[in-house]
């Protein structure tokens, strides 16, 4: 008897499910707006919306006073815009990998949740492309960074700068993204309009359906559609982080200055990106009863992807603090020291306990299936993504070739402001999508749920007439 | 009804007669309170407000007054103007170009002796000061306070009109006033008439002075917060007259400093400078150095750059005078202190003696008059009178008087012989010795009256206040530290209503002149002047032939007091190193300005050793990086000041010091509320040292430094060495040292980059720059003459400690020790100018992803203000770390009228947001290109002179053009010493640097 593959098993658990009751478990959590209108989406929506007014007034603060209201000076030019751009990129990285590589992989299980990654990276991306335009000196002018050319503006930008290239690799994944997300519902859509029974969403989803019929012919060019996209975004996943490496790498300060830096930032944001993903999909499974969909086995598996990228990005710290003693350069073996052992060592020694040890206990299946410890060590690496950049941006900067520029760098209040809101903003996106879109993409569900059930594991007929999509049937 | 309303609505007149009425507590506090009064708000509603103080006029009466205002507009027309010295040209004169700058020569006075100085100035607005090459105490050097001077001229916290108790006034109320005290006088109903000034070397004001002491009968007293009462006094003792020396450290191959600081203070301390750098040069095989033995109590930049360096208590130099003394065979029974060692003594004595006639014994400002009166008799013993010193008769115009006059005038106060009192100038309620409780004293005098540029703490507490002319607003003259004159000539009206001195007590003696006349009268009637030696004088800015006349110094007996020791903890008084006595505490360059040595800023502070600072229980091992430091309180006597403290090393165990000029009440917006006053501890015993005194922790402070590593760490950054090292490998490298990318023979050859391809296309001059890191002081000149050039913004006390000085060149001061072995008690002491570089490869250029900074042709780095956004990506890759960010608006306070006028025209000023950084001046190559455009003459090596190489009295900078093969940067760049800044990144900077050569000797021990 041949080996049985793991990831070809289907994942939707529980006995009683019939295709109206996962429509009713997905698409109707839509429709149904009483079943949002409770303290579980109402408090995160509120407080969401309270830190959203702090990140308008540090907004405000900034574009009226200048990025003086921020601790940054002048060893240490980049401070908290430049680590929350690069801590949020990094979330966003999960959505693509699960929809885009996990799909040519084809591998089922990645139905459950991609929607909701997806939406978890637009606007991830949506918070992190602030930053780079915001920290500008002059932010009312941070549009020269586009190649709008000479046509417009006299001159086209200095293509040299990684900073460009962070230009065209945000746009770029943040375009393929909502394409991605956005023709990934139509189906969905389509099918909301269908079972609305009032007239403003009927409207709405009408609209946002783009007139989708179910037809054969458009879901043959739903599908072409839908893996070129997933071949546009695969190499995403790879060439964003990447060029957001650069921004340190291309530079001749010591700690930037490294070939390891693009693989390690990659595996960094995979790594950081499921760790948000499961810290969202945790409550949320629960609070909309959704755990016969996103099972168990879902979580486990995407603690092991974390405990597989946490050793990527551990054996990159291994491998910047080897080459710092080995390479014999004198400045990259005292930034290494005072990374450890400088004014900033404790961040460095919470990075190394947050990325490098705290997710080594996912080793441990009973671990990776309790979900209170699971949110705690996700929690954990958050904070430790966050700390990486920290310990990049800061220990490099504040001590680099001449003593007597030394500085420190410490957050202002309105740092901290301005990075609350953007989570702020975040979760304030990400309740709304809970709340008016399909969160799980229903069509894949019943899909799945047709390929475990059968033509005949079907319980009714009726069921499957009232929930399934015609074609879904039609076509197997 | 109408009527009432009418009334009711009249003018502001109610309201004022409303507000006039209040009494205690109904005083108003704000414009806010005041609107809310209905007459207020009634006249706020008002179309024509005030129209009820209107005269109703019938047409008649209207055509009647529109003929009379015809009639006399014509009339007007008849009227003399003011009489005017300085019109704008309706006209303009031939030579006069728009844009084109003018120089004039003028006189900058620091404590009543005048340095020469060239202001250059824009369609009559003078903005930039520069030392004056015809003149001896500068020989076109300059140093930082003259170059900041200019901040003070447009302070917009000047005063700016007469007053009396604080309420506006006239100058002819207030002459009337002091005509009627003096009538007063003369009837026996007042008491005498007293002057006060500042010591003054001007003959001219001096003689105005005596004629108003003889025709009042008032007596003239004299005083300055940090004077030179020893040095006169010390120079009485030795020779029994009053001389003025004059040191030639040109000639000098040995220097023996007792505590004196003659590159930072005292009367020609700039040309002293620049003598001592011409025995410092060193080319390739010449290796003929001058020696410093440098006793000090105070770290100062003497010290700082001597080749052997012993430190002592302040009190205790006086003993090292007298070993000296007894080493060389002048007297007898003087030893050493133990921390200064005998060793020293005798090496030092036997240097000074090998080398009689060629040798000098410096003493310092600050030290008592038996140190100075033992260091004449030293330099006379010596052979070296005549030689490198030269007694010329006393510059001062009344060099007797100083010696703390303001006792005797605290006294005749007090015994009520003093009815009226003219202060001219100078604060000395504020820095008087605390024991006369001159502030006190003043509310004794019936009668006050104080002229300054500034409203003081003086002014405060006098009936009269009377506004000065600044220096570049009035005639005057001046003499120099070797007696020679020069005139004070105006470059623009009084901005204010301002005075000079000089006019003041001539109209005062009724003999009210313009300060013009008063001058040239003085010059031409009373000594003789031709036309053409007046109108020469007026631009060469010096007069021929008034040096002073040498006179014989004879030895007198030296009968020393006993030495004045100290027991306890000591605390030296010095004056500020960039803010000086307190008269520039509102000058922001100066208040940034770092202190040279510890790169404090905005701050006085307590500097203690490192040694004491243990005994003392202050956190010694505080962490380098935070500026939390111990906030201490001082006391001596029954005074006390609290000061951060700033552990020092270098700094006399046993003894704390503390500058004096901080803690104003009454400077103005900036100088207000910075650091604390130490005056009130200074009394007429101890002016410049006291022992007893205590010292406890009571807090946490920040201070403001700009820079808070002071090793350098192991790094390869200032190259120095001995003469001896030097004769071994004149390169000076450390050991190890790699040669990559740098300007050395294998220039290309390991460069990745450069292979193929040129990255740039050089074409033209090739701008560049070398320090000779052996000639710098650390005196600040550079960096205060490129505040000025460029338009740098001050960004206060707080930004400085979030680290956003805006400083373009600034001066890396790093301890080092002999041998390696680390020394905290008395560490050697380097300094390294550092402004952008230029790198060829410049690591900043690629990373800026709107090219806002580019390579020009001629190898320039160059900002474009316009095109940058303010991603600070070149700053964060620039290994110097020589850019500077407009984090916030920092220039605002340029848009303040008077401030706006100190703006250079040729240089933007950078708003927020954008970066900027050292631009070699680039306004000055521009304009010397288009002369050489002009005129088709190429330019000459020296035509383009940088800001910083301008201001260096030791000429430690040379910037010129690579592509001249004779040039000196040339020159210079082809010496052994030159070396680059951090090879190894091969981004090739064009600024380089020259190996710093000490000359220590080796028999000292330790």
Known sequence: MAPKDPLQETFIEGSGNTYLSLQDSVGNLTLDQKRHNRFAWWFPFVLAFGMLQVMMLALTMLVFVGTGIWGINNPVGWGFAIINFVWWIGIGHAGTLISAILLLFRQQWRNSINRFAEAMTIFAVMCAGMFPLLHTGRPWVAYWLMPIGPNNLGMWPQFRSPLVWDVFAVTTYLTVSALFWFIGMIPDFATLRDKAKTFVPRFAFGMLSMGWRGASRHWHRYEQAYLILAGLSTPLVLSVHSIVSLDFAVSIMPGWHATIFPPYFVAGA??????????????????????????????????????????????????????????????????????????????????????????????????????????????????????????????????????????????????????????????????????????????????????????????????????????????? | MGMDNEQKRNDLAALQAKLAQSRGKDLWRGLEEVSETEEFNRWLDDEFPNRGTLPHVDRRDFLKFMGASMLLAGLSGCRFLPKSHIVPHVMGPEDRVTGIAVYYATTFVQNGFGTGVLVRTYEGRPLKIEGNALHPSSLGASDATMQAAMQTMYDPDRAKAVTYRGEPSTWELALGSFRKCLEQTQKGELGPVAILTPVTTSPNFAAWLRKFVNQTGARWFQYDGVGRDAAREGVRMAFGDDTTPVYDFKKANVIVSLDADFFSEGPGHVRYTRDFAERRRVHGEEVELNRVYAVESTPNLVGAFADNKKRCKASEVRQVAEALATAIGLGSGGTAPASVGDSFVQQAAQELLANRGSCLVVPGEHQPKEVHALAHAMNVFLGNSGLTVTYVEPVEADSKSGVLSIGRLAEAIGSGQVGTLLILGGNPAFDAPADLNFAGALSKVEHTFHMGVYANETSELCDWHLPEAYFLEAWGDARAHDGTASIIQPLIEPLYEGKSQLELIAALCNDPRPGHDLVRDFWMKDRGLSKEAWE????????????????????????????????????????????????????????????????????????????????????????????????????????????????????????????????????????????????????????????????????????????????????????????????????????????????????????????????????????????????????????????????????????????????????DRYYGSKDGAPSLDSPDTHFMPLACMHCEMAPCEPVCPVAATVHSAEGLNMMVYNRCVGTRYCSNNCPYKVRRFNFLYFTKQYEMPSLKMLMNPDVTVRSRGVMEKCTFCVQRINKARIEEKKSGVPLKDGDVITACQQACPTQAIIFGDLTDEQSQVNKWRHEHRNYTLLPELGIRPRTTYLAKVTNPNEEVEA
């Not at chain 2, 001596?636 to 403290?645: T, Y």
């Not at chain 2, 090292?725 to 390169?731: L, Q, R």
């Open chain 1, 270 to 476: 995979v790594y950081a990106g499921f760790a948000m993903v499961l810290t969202l999909a945790i409550p949320v499974r629960k609070w909309y009863s959704l755990e016969h969909i996103i099972t168990l086995k879902h979580i486990e598996w995407m603690a092991k992807i974390m405990l597989a990228t946490g050793l990527f990005v551990f054996y990159g710290y291994i491998c910047e603090a080897f080459f710092a003693f080995y390479s014999g350069n004198p400045f990259e073996k005292a930034m290494m020291i005072n990374r450890m052992s400088g004014p900033y060592w404790w961040s460095y020694a919470a990075l190394i306990f947050c990325n490098g040890l705290a997710p080594q206990i996912l080793w441990s299946k009973k671990i990776r299936q309790n979900l209170p410890v699971l949110m705690v060590v996700c929690f954990i690496v958050s904070i430790g993504m966050w700390l990486e950049r920290f310990v990049i941006v800061a220990t490099t900067l504040h001590r680099d070739f001449l003593p007597s520029s030394w500085g420190m760098y410490f957050g202002t209040i309105w740092d901290w402001g301005l990075y609350l809101g953007t989570m702020g903003l975040f979760t304030f996106l990400m309740w709304l999508f809970l709340r008016f879109l399909p969160i799980i993409n229903i069509f894949e569900v019943k899909e799945l749920f047709y390929k475990m059930t059968g033509r005949h594991g079907a319980p009714k007929p009726a069921a499957a007439v009232a929930g399934a999509p015609e074609k879904v049937t039609a076509d197997e």
């Open chain 2, 536 to 811: 020469r004088a007026l631009h060469d800015g010096v007069i021929e032939g008034t040096a002073g006349r040498e006179v014989a110094a004879t030895l007198q007996p030296l009968n020393l007091d006993p030495a004045q020791t100290t027991s306890g903890l000591e605390v030296i008084f010095r004056p500020d190193p960039t803010i000086g006595d307190g008269f520039y505490a509102n000058n922001g360059w100066l208040q940034e300005l770092p202190k040279p040595l510890t790169k404090t800023t905005w701050d006085n502070c307590v500097y203690v050793s490192p040694k004491t600072a243990e005994e003392l229980k202050l956190n010694v091992w505080r962490d380098a990086d935070n500026p939390q430091h111990d906030l201490a309180e001082v006391t001596v006597g029954s005074a006390s000041v609290r000061a951060p403290v700033i552990i020092q090393p270098g700094h006399p165990d046993g003894a704390i010091t503390l500058h004096v000029g901080y803690g104003r009440t009454k400077a103005g917006a900036i100088g207000d509320g910075c650091g604390s006053n130490v005056y009130p501890l200074r009394t007429t015993a101890t002016m410049h040292f006291a022992g007893n005194a205590t010292l406890k922790v009571v807090g946490k402070t920040k201070v403001a430094n700009t820079q808070y590593h002071h090793s350098m760490h192991g790094r390869d950054i200032v190259r120095y060495g001995s003469v001896s090292k030097y004769k071994e490998n004149p390169t000076l490298e450390p050991p190890g040292t790699m040669h990559i990318g740098g300007h050395g023979k294998d220039e290309d050859k390991y460069n990745l980059f450069r292979q193929g391809k040129k990255d740039h296309a050089f074409d033209g001059h090739q701008w560049a720059m070398v320090i000779d890191l052996g000639l710098c002081v650390g005196c600040n000149a550079c960096v205060s003459a490129c505040n000025v050039e460029n338009n740098i913004a001050v960004v206060g006390k707080d930004q400085v400690i979030n680290g956003r000085e805006m400083h373009w060149i600034r001066i």
